[in-house]
């Protein structure tokens, strides 16, 4: 809902009640907001806005401020807490409906009787919010909403936010069946304070209990059911009582006082412009902001909103998941497609206000696969889910092509060391962690220092390793944390080889931490590596190279057809055969690289054999350091 301002010919007067009309225009009603604003050096006029038509004034504005309460007082001091209390919508049966109205009751929501003076029913989420608001900035919140699973739906694009703050609506979302018919009205709470971390946040509410009750709680962001936030403009702002962040349409071009650099809103997030005269709706006018105003606006475009590359001719179209901008090919079969902010070509490489993935959690729907191709990120990959209505809390799908899986734009091929997942099916007990993009099983993950949260998948998804490695990458490397520090492993062919002093082994990745019980299983690793693998000892510089699970010394391994780069490990790894054998399983077949003969090993010693395609190449002083039957 847009906001229109009224010119005002007035000068600047010290306090004065600015009435606002607020006009949907897709329902077509119009609310009156009066706030009591307090005008901080106010100079010139406000202007009319366009577009979305948000008020565009220079200054910072002030809601006058109700006296602190803390949060029980506030609860306490509800002026509604004696009134019947019914649920809405008023089909819905519980203890909180079980009053009798009288005989004339007729669970009408226009009904006067049965709604307090903010238009929601009495003791309900929704009535709390809004009285909350009102009490702390005297802001009236639209009382069109609807049920507190429906808020950020109702909500104005420039309300809409994934990134909580103080004085934010937290939304846990409506949800529906596979024939539309609603599930979970859901729930809509009062954001009191974020923690320091930005982990956690403190709500309060009325009616979680369904008994038409208030009270507060402090629960972790990112495995809460609240998944959507309403940004109303209002916020703390340290020794102030209250700062109206004032939010800017769609497009407007922001100029910042202290430096002069300009920003375009796209998508309610400020955007760096470099170049802003190869914009072609550039018309010149830009709006002076402060950088403290600036970095007070949300950090990444809503999902779902769309940027296009103005030196790109139009080709250039990104749609914005979880925070990063991801390229789509063929916007048009895009339902949720409604035009493109433009912005420069180094907006986009320099990420500015943008991630390089998307965050953990986000999901898209492939447009092209009509509904099955349902995807979650986890450390930048999209995940394929099988079974999405088995996962809680799933935020909303953003639609997007399918070539832009295809070529994985903004995306991880699979997901970045560290990130952690929750089998949902498993009921807790099946939690994994990305190594070289493998999911190793953790079975205390509460020994595990700084453990991201979990993202929550399929089964499935893990059975088809959907973007993920059947085995971590060669040079991943572990840190098994029951060891104190003592217990570093690197993958070599799939096979966690132990190292003594990884001090002197280069380029090593940053370690991952499992538990001891994640290496005793060896969860989605070898027990020694893959035949073939090169391995190079870092103290002496010898090659070897892993057969039937052992390590054979290699003489000269340039000559082999097939040499690549080698694992680089401690000689103390090949001496004490960390995860290796001493000789190599029985069977194991290798070729003389000049002689082109062939020997099989058995109980440690070699037999010659006929040609064979599993043969495995090693140097001809090689084959002669085995002793023959």
């Given at each position: 809902?847009?906001?229109?301002?009224?010119?005002?010919?007035?000068?600047?007067?010290?306090?004065?009640?600015?009435?606002?009309?607020?006009?949907?225009?897709?329902?077509?009603?119009?609310?009156?907001?009066?706030?009591?604003?307090?005008?901080?050096?106010?100079?010139?006029?406000?202007?009319?806005?366009?577009?979305?038509?948000?008020?565009?004034?220079?200054?910072?504005?002030?809601?006058?401020?109700?006296?602190?309460?803390?949060?029980?007082?506030?609860?306490?001091?509800?002026?509604?807490?004696?009134?019947?209390?019914?649920?809405?919508?008023?089909?819905?049966?519980?203890?909180?409906?079980?009053?009798?109205?009288?005989?004339?009751?007729?669970?009408?929501?226009?009904?006067?009787?049965?709604?307090?003076?903010?238009?929601?029913?009495?003791?309900?989420?929704?009535?709390?919010?809004?009285?909350?608001?009102?009490?702390?900035?005297?802001?009236?919140?639209?009382?069109?909403?609807?049920?507190?699973?429906?808020?950020?739906?109702?909500?104005?694009?420039?309300?809409?936010?994934?990134?909580?703050?103080?004085?934010?609506?937290?939304?846990?979302?409506?949800?529906?069946?596979?024939?539309?018919?609603?599930?979970?009205?859901?729930?809509?709470?009062?954001?009191?304070?974020?923690?320091?971390?930005?982990?956690?946040?403190?709500?309060?509410?009325?009616?979680?209990?369904?008994?038409?009750?208030?009270?507060?709680?402090?629960?972790?962001?990112?495995?809460?059911?609240?998944?959507?936030?309403?940004?109303?403009?209002?916020?703390?702002?340290?020794?102030?009582?209250?700062?109206?962040?004032?939010?800017?349409?769609?497009?407007?071009?922001?100029?910042?006082?202290?430096?002069?650099?300009?920003?375009?809103?796209?998508?309610?997030?400020?955007?760096?412009?470099?170049?802003?005269?190869?914009?072609?709706?550039?018309?010149?006018?830009?709006?002076?902001?402060?950088?403290?105003?600036?970095?007070?606006?949300?950090?990444?475009?809503?999902?779902?909103?769309?940027?296009?590359?103005?030196?790109?001719?139009?080709?250039?179209?990104?749609?914005?998941?979880?925070?990063?901008?991801?390229?789509?090919?063929?916007?048009?079969?895009?339902?949720?497609?409604?035009?493109?902010?433009?912005?420069?070509?180094?907006?986009?490489?320099?990420?500015?206000?943008?991630?390089?993935?998307?965050?953990?959690?986000?999901?898209?729907?492939?447009?092209?696969?009509?509904?099955?191709?349902?995807?979650?990120?986890?450390?930048?990959?999209?995940?394929?889910?099988?079974?999405?209505?088995?996962?809680?809390?799933?935020?909303?799908?953003?639609?997007?092509?399918?070539?832009?899986?295809?070529?994985?734009?903004?995306?991880?091929?699979?997901?970045?060391?560290?990130?952690?997942?929750?089998?949902?099916?498993?009921?807790?007990?099946?939690?994994?962690?990305?190594?070289?993009?493998?999911?190793?099983?953790?079975?205390?993950?509460?020994?595990?220092?700084?453990?991201?949260?979990?993202?929550?998948?399929?089964?499935?998804?893990?059975?088809?390793?959907?973007?993920?490695?059947?085995?971590?990458?060669?040079?991943?490397?572990?840190?098994?944390?029951?060891?104190?520090?003592?217990?570093?492993?690197?993958?070599?062919?799939?096979?966690?080889?132990?190292?003594?002093?990884?001090?002197?082994?280069?380029?090593?990745?940053?370690?991952?931490?499992?538990?001891?019980?994640?290496?005793?299983?060896?969860?989605?690793?070898?027990?020694?590596?893959?035949?073939?693998?090169?391995?190079?000892?870092?103290?002496?510089?010898?090659?070897?190279?892993?057969?039937?699970?052992?390590?054979?010394?290699?003489?000269?391994?340039?000559?082999?057809?097939?040499?690549?780069?080698?694992?680089?490990?401690?000689?103390?790894?090949?001496?004490?055969?960390?995860?290796?054998?001493?000789?190599?399983?029985d069977g194991t077949v290798i070729e003389g690289v000049s002689s082109q003969t062939y020997w099989q090993i058995n109980g440690g010693k070699r037999s010659p054999i006929t040609a064979t395609k599993n043969a495995i190449i090693v140097d001809e002083q090689t084959v002669n350091d085995i002793p023959s039957i």
């Amino acid at each position: 809902m847009g906001r229109i301002m009224k010119e005002n010919p007035q000068p600047p007067i010290e306090t004065e009640v600015i009435e606002q009309n607020f006009q949907d225009q897709s329902k077509g009603k119009t609310e009156i907001f009066v706030g009591k604003l307090k005008r901080v050096a106010l100079v010139g006029l406000l202007s009319l806005s366009s577009s979305v038509g948000f008020l565009s004034a220079q200054e910072t504005l002030h809601p006058t401020v109700a006296s602190a309460d803390t949060i029980d007082d506030a609860i306490a001091n509800y002026p509604n807490k004696t009134m019947p209390c019914e649920h809405s919508p008023y089909n819905v049966t519980g203890a909180c409906a079980n009053y009798d109205w009288g005989p004339t009751h007729t669970d009408n929501y226009n009904d006067p009787s049965e709604l307090s003076s903010r238009g929601y029913a009495y003791r309900n989420c929704t009535d709390w919010v809004a009285y909350r608001l009102k009490q702390l900035t005297n802001y009236d919140v639209p009382n069109n909403l609807g049920d507190g699973g429906q808020w950020y739906d109702s909500a104005s694009n420039s309300q809409k936010t994934l990134n909580p703050q103080a004085w934010d609506a937290a939304v846990e979302p409506t949800t529906y069946d596979s024939k539309g018919n609603i599930t979970n009205y859901g729930h809509v709470a009062f954001i009191e304070n974020i923690s320091s971390d930005g982990k956690s946040m403190t709500i309060s509410e009325y009616n979680h209990d369904e008994l038409g009750n208030g009270d507060q709680r402090t629960i972790d962001i990112a495995r809460s059911s609240f998944t959507e936030f309403v940004d109303f403009g209002v916020h703390p702002n340290g020794s102030n009582p209250v700062i109206l962040n004032t939010a800017y349409p769609e497009g407007a071009f922001l100029k910042v006082n202290e430096n002069g650099a300009i920003y375009r809103m796209a998508g309610g997030a400020p955007i760096r412009i470099y170049n802003q005269g190869a914009i072609s709706d550039f018309k010149g006018s830009v709006t002076p902001i402060s950088s403290d105003n600036l970095g007070k606006l949300p950090h990444y475009p809503n999902d779902g909103e769309f940027i296009s590359i103005a030196e790109a001719g139009g080709s250039g179209i990104y749609e914005f998941v979880g925070g990063a901008p991801i390229r789509q090919f063929n916007w048009g079969v895009l339902p949720n497609f409604h035009g493109a902010t433009a912005v420069n070509s180094q907006s986009l490489g320099t990420l500015d206000h943008m991630l390089a993935r998307p965050k953990d959690g986000a999901v898209v729907n492939i447009q092209e696969a009509g509904g099955s191709g349902i995807y979650r990120f986890i450390g930048g990959a999209p995940i394929r889910l099988f079974n999405q209505g088995a996962i809680p809390n799933l935020g909303k799908a953003v639609n997007i092509n399918s070539q832009s899986l295809g070529t994985l734009d903004h995306m991880n091929a699979k997901p970045a060391d560290g990130s952690v997942a929750n089998i949902v099916e498993a009921g807790g007990s099946g939690i994994y962690r990305y190594v070289g993009g493998a999911p190793i099983r953790l079975f205390n993950q509460g020994a595990i220092p700084n453990l991201p949260n979990a993202v929550g998948i399929n089964s499935q998804s893990l059975g088809t390793l959907d973007h993920m490695n059947a085995r971590p990458t060669d040079g991943s490397v572990i840190n098994i944390v029951e060891a104190g520090g003592a217990g570093i492993y690197e993958f070599v062919g799939g096979a966690p080889v132990r190292l003594f002093n990884q001090g002197a082994v280069s380029g090593l990745h940053n370690a991952v931490g499992v538990n001891s019980q994640s290496l005793g299983a060896l969860d989605h690793m070898n027990a020694v590596p893959a035949n073939g693998e090169f391995i190079k000892a870092v103290e002496t510089g010898t090659i070897y190279r892993a057969a039937g699970g052992a390590s054979l010394k290699l003489y000269n391994a340039a000559t082999l057809p097939d040499y690549f780069t080698p694992a680089v490990v401690n000689k103390l790894s090949i001496d004490n055969h960390d995860h290796m054998n001493i000789t190599p399983n029985d069977g194991t077949v290798i070729e003389g690289v000049s002689s082109q003969t062939y020997w099989q090993i058995n109980g440690g010693k070699r037999s010659p054999i006929t040609a064979t395609k599993n043969a495995i190449i090693v140097d001809e002083q090689t084959v002669n350091d085995i002793p023959s039957i």
